[in-house]
């Protein structure tokens, strides 16, 4: 399997290429691509030393799979040149999610709709994988009407300039800054740039590519996106609204019998998600289950994932295993 990995210096690039090892992804060759001030440069997989090419390069190389995280511009121009040469593209961008001729997937959920003929496939957004996660199988269960989201964002997802910022920060150095405000000691209600309705696209993003995935339109979806100083993965505080009603020992052992879902909801010993806990972790992790007594049919929970992994590279790896398992590549 000839894989290219595109955009292989950045965060989300270096998690794919150690999961890629991992997993035991079957590399016969690999093509690590990147921006032309890293052309030319060298890194290492499997204690081999690989050189990093252009976007040109990588495209006549012709790969069967290329793992793209360049940002939305990037894999809306080379995407489809990728696809055009017989690629198929497992793209982590936003650039494709609500396209309505991709498959916006979370290989758990709903992977048995890809097809040979997809040859561009949408990642979602980290926030909303964890979510919906955590949502699938209660909305099988007891159809979900409405949701009201509040995220608490690790720095990570906004990339290594926001890392750089908050190190900064802490040491009392003055740098770039990838936040408008600080971040240290701080929380931000400001998640990628804001839309005209008031929303950040991060929120929007929440409510679009969750009745994406889950295939129902009618589900209502509010959201407030944070981001806060934390480094090991995103938290969402979750208020779900069913048509049915449910019982939370019910709910407790549907999550705990599903795959990728780690619960901690034990009051008694203080057992409940955290970023220190999702780091490094392919799960996702839920908590804090209640009743929400305050409306028919309604919960409360708590999702916690590493954002870096399950949250993008993970769930792209998990995409191409499953294009290779099911011979579509």
Same mark, same amino acid.
């Given at each position: 399997?000839?894989?290219?990995?595109?955009?292989?210096?950045?965060? #989300?690039?270096? /998690?794919?290429?150690?999961?890629?090892?991992?997993?035991?992804?079957?590399?016969? $060759?690999?093509?690590?691509?990147?921006?032309?001030?890293?052309?030319?440069?060298?890194?290492?997989? @499997?204690?081999?030393?690989? &050189?990093?090419?252009?976007?040109?390069?990588?495209?006549?190389?012709?790969?069967? +799979?290329?793992?793209?995280?360049?940002?939305?511009?990037?894999?809306?121009?080379?995407?489809?040149?990728?696809?055009?040469?017989?690629?198929?593209?497992?793209?982590?961008?936003?650039?494709?999610?609500?396209?309505?001729?991709?498959?916006?997937?979370?290989?758990?959920?709903?992977?048995?709709?890809?097809?040979?003929?997809?040859?561009?496939?949408?990642?979602?957004?980290?926030?909303?994988?964890?979510?919906?996660?955590?949502?699938?199988?209660?909305?099988?269960?007891?159809? +979900?009407?409405?949701?009201? +989201?509040?995220?608490?964002?690790?720095?990570?997802?906004?990339?290594?300039?926001? /890392? @750089?910022?908050?190190?900064?920060?802490?040491?009392?150095?003055?740098?770039?800054?990838?936040?408008?405000?600080?971040?240290?000691?701080?929380?931000?209600?400001?998640?990628?740039?804001? $839309? $005209?309705?008031?929303?950040? @696209?991060?929120?929007?993003?929440?409510?679009?590519?969750?009745? @994406?995935?889950?295939?129902?339109?009618?589900?209502?979806? &509010?959201? &407030?996106?944070?981001?806060?100083?934390?480094?090991?993965?995103?938290?969402?505080? #979750? *208020? #779900?609204?069913? $048509?049915?009603?449910?019982?939370?020992?019910?709910?407790?052992?549907?999550?705990?019998?599903?795959?990728? +879902?780690?619960?901690?909801?034990?009051?008694? &010993? *203080?057992?409940?998600?955290?970023?220190?806990?999702?780091?490094?972790?392919?799960?996702?992790?839920?908590?804090?289950?209640?009743?929400?007594?305050?409306?028919?049919?309604?919960?409360?929970?708590?999702? /916690?994932?590493?954002?870096?992994?399950?949250?993008?590279?993970?769930?792209?790896?998990?995409?191409?295993?499953?294009?290779?398992?099911?011979?579509?590549?």
């Amino acid at each position: 399997m000839k894989v290219a990995v595109v955009g292989a210096t950045g965060l #989300v690039g270096t /998690v794919m290429l150690n999961i890629l090892e991992e997993r035991n992804f079957p590399v016969t $060759e690999l093509i690590p691509v990147a921006s032309s001030r890293s052309v030319g440069k060298t890194i290492t997989y @499997k204690n081999k030393a690989y &050189t990093i090419v252009g976007l040109e390069d990588a495209v006549a190389q012709q790969p069967d +799979i290329a793992l793209f995280s360049a940002g939305g511009e990037t894999s809306l121009s080379w995407a489809p040149k990728f696809a055009a040469a017989g690629t198929t593209v497992v793209d982590n961008s936003s650039a494709w999610r609500m396209d309505e001729d991709k498959r916006l997937v979370v290989p758990e959920i709903n992977a048995n709709q890809l097809t040979k003929s997809d040859k561009i496939i949408a990642n979602p957004n980290c926030s909303t994988i964890q979510l919906v996660m955590a949502l699938a199988p209660l909305h099988k269960q007891y159809k +979900i009407k409405r949701l009201v +989201i509040s995220t608490y964002q690790s720095i990570t997802g906004t990339g290594v300039k926001a /890392v @750089k910022q908050l190190e900064n920060e802490m040491a009392g150095v003055k740098g770039e800054m990838a936040y408008p405000y600080p971040i240290h000691q701080n929380a931000l209600p400001h998640c990628d740039v804001f $839309e $005209e309705n008031g929303y950040t @696209k991060e929120e929007m993003k929440l409510v679009r590519e969750t009745q @994406k995935i889950l295939g129902d339109k009618s589900i209502s979806v &509010t959201a &407030t996106a944070v981001r806060i100083p934390t480094a090991g993965g995103h938290s969402e505080s #979750v *208020n #779900v609204e069913f $048509e049915n009603d449910f019982d939370t020992s019910q709910v407790r052992a549907i999550l705990n019998e599903t795959s990728g +879902i780690t619960l901690q909801d034990n009051l008694d &010993t *203080n057992t409940y998600p955290m970023p220190i806990y999702a780091n490094g972790k392919d799960d996702v992790f839920v908590g804090r289950i209640r009743r929400d007594g305050s409306q028919p049919n309604s919960l409360n929970m708590w999702i /916690v994932s590493d954002n870096l992994r399950k949250g993008a590279a993970t769930n792209t790896i998990q995409i191409a295993e499953y294009l290779v398992e099911n011979n579509l590549v």
